[in-house]
């Protein structure tokens, strides 16, 4: 019997105990939910996205904590939307590079602005492409063993048409214009020659057009200016396709020629500067480089005084170094002789020559060319 009583008590006291511990744990909570009232019970989802969120948690990174079934019910505009690449450029198609800079049309011919000029041709190239002397190949410039260059080479792309520089006759279409005979070893190339149907105080003047890839013209054949005589090539002594454009006075031979850069219409707006080079008692100086400078831009064009052989100086202007084709503006000429670098200012006119004079260790001077009797 005392046994019996033992186990009753024992049964009450636990039962007291866990009432006593459930009232416990009902004080603890912050406050008491009424019985059958499960809406404000906190939901698994709601403690973990409290528990994991910061504030600046982005979309993305609600998916990963309610799981994928929830993603249905963020609005739309909270999905992100892939930035552009910034460093991802469109460039326009590319257009076809300019084959020369950029030229004004010429004075029309003859253009003489004074009694002593005779710009009576146009140029044998269309304004279209590249049609004015490579500084590299003047007038009075030497090449191929110094072999003295007797008119100016322009350079232009094979199959170019060429064109009559003035109105004249066809004297000469094919080899040989230097040996004479149909010479295919001539160092021309294939060649025409036009006399022309004006002259210059009573002298005839010709024109010669070579290395020419083909002739169009026959001889005998009347050309108009602008009319086509061949194409641009590479035949007889040559590095590459071009033009050689040469002017001869008086007599059609290879020992009559002046500079065509003289004889040629300058761009309007544009002039042309020759000078005397000589050293300091006077005497011609040759093969001496020189460099002139414009102030507005700082461009750069070069030219070199005459070889001693094969040219000819203007009459008036007893020049041996000529640089066509500048713009109108001041400009800085530059010589280094004797270890001395020289340097003068000189103003290019449109549609004129401009002068000046260098005498060796005396430097520059500008004036007018050589007075003679006209």
């Not at 744990?25 to 008491?32: H, I, K």
């Not at 009075?140 to 009559?164: K, M, R, W, Y």
């Amino acid at each position: 019997m005392v046994k019996h009583l033992f186990w009753k008590i024992l049964a009450r006291t636990c039962l007291s105990s866990i009432l006593l511990l459930l009232a416990a744990c009902r004080g603890a909570g912050s406050q008491a939910t009424p019985a059958g009232d499960i809406s404000r019970l906190p939901t698994a989802t709601a403690s973990i996205t409290q528990a994991t969120l910061p504030p600046t948690s982005t979309p993305t990174a609600v998916f990963v904590a309610i799981g994928i079934e929830h993603a249905d019910v963020l609005p739309t505009s909270a999905v992100p939307t892939p930035a552009q690449d910034p460093l991802r450029f469109v460039f326009p198609t590319p257009a076809k590079p300019p084959v020369s800079a950029w030229r004004p049309p010429l004075y029309p011919v003859p253009w003489a602005p004074t009694i002593y000029d005779h710009f009576y041709f146009a140029r044998p190239i269309a304004a279209d492409e590249i049609n004015w002397p490579s500084q590299n190949y003047r007038y009075g410039g030497e090449f191929f063993e110094d072999v003295v260059h007797t008119g100016v080479d322009i350079p232009a792309p094979q199959g170019t048409p060429v064109l009559a520089a003035g109105a004249g006759k066809v004297v000469w279409a094919g080899y040989g214009v230097y040996r004479g005979g149909n010479d295919p070893t001539d160092p021309y190339g294939l060649a025409v020659t036009i006399r022309h149907d004006f002259g210059y105080q009573s002298q005839p003047l010709y024109t010669i057009y070579g290395h020419l890839d083909q002739v169009d013209v026959a001889v005998g054949q009347h050309l108009e200016p602008g009319d086509r005589l061949g194409l641009v090539g590479e035949t007889g002594r040559v590095t590459g396709p071009h033009l050689h454009f040469e002017l001869r006075v008086g007599t059609n031979d290879f020992y009559s020629t002046r500079n065509p850069e003289l004889w040629v219409a300058p761009p309007q707006g544009w002039g042309i500067l020759a000078g005397r080079v000589m050293d300091s008692n006077g005497q011609l100086v040759t093969r001496l480089p020189l460099i002139i400078t414009s102030l507005a831009n700082g461009q750069n064009w070069f030219g070199r005084s005459y070889g001693p052989e094969s040219v000819n100086s203007d009459p008036y202007y007893q020049e041996n170094l000529v640089i066509g084709d500048l713009p109108a503006g001041t400009y800085n000429l530059r010589v280094a002789y004797a270890g001395v670098y020289h340097t003068q200012e000189i103003e290019i006119e449109a549609g004129l020559v401009s002068y000046f004079y260098f005498y060796g260790k005396g430097g520059f001077e500008l004036g007018p060319p050589p007075q003679i009797t006209p």
